[in-house]
């Protein structure tokens, strides 16, 4: 059983900050990569960013130069550090495991107001 415990999501001012965590905990010997979606409403849920056991990192065009992905292997935690954030950025994002099985968090809400 693998669970997974997302936080740091909230309200923030365009242009300000805010950092997600998502901890897991289990069976995650098969696990690949770590990292996060979002999905706005009324939109399909898209990837933000991820990254590999390996350490390499995938961003979506969007955010580049403004998000950063990480993690820390030995608290099996993956981070997003979201800078100048955008109202475009208002979603609920979504943390990923992904392997064999794939396992997703319950999702935390980021809302920018403008």
């Known amino acids: 059983q693998v669970r997974l415990v997302e936080s740091g999501g909230g309200l923030v001012q365009a242009g300000g900050s805010l950092r997600l965590s998502c901890a897991a905990s289990?069976?995650?010997?098969?696990?690949?990569?770590m990292g996060w979606y979002r999905q706005a409403p009324g939109k399909q849920r898209e990837l933000v960013a991820a990254?590999?056991?390996?350490?390499?990192?995938n961003y979506a065009d969007s955010v580049k130069g403004r998000f950063t992905i990480s993690r820390d292997n030995a608290k099996n935690t993956v981070y997003l550090q979201m800078n100048s954030l955008k109202p475009e950025d208002t979603a609920v994002y979504y943390c990923k495991l992904t392997g064999s099985p794939s396992y997703w968090g319950q999702g935390t809400q980021v809302t920018v107001s403008s």
């Open positions: 289990g069976s995650i010997f098969s696990i690949t990569a």
């Open positions: 990254i590999t056991n390996g350490g390499s990192t």
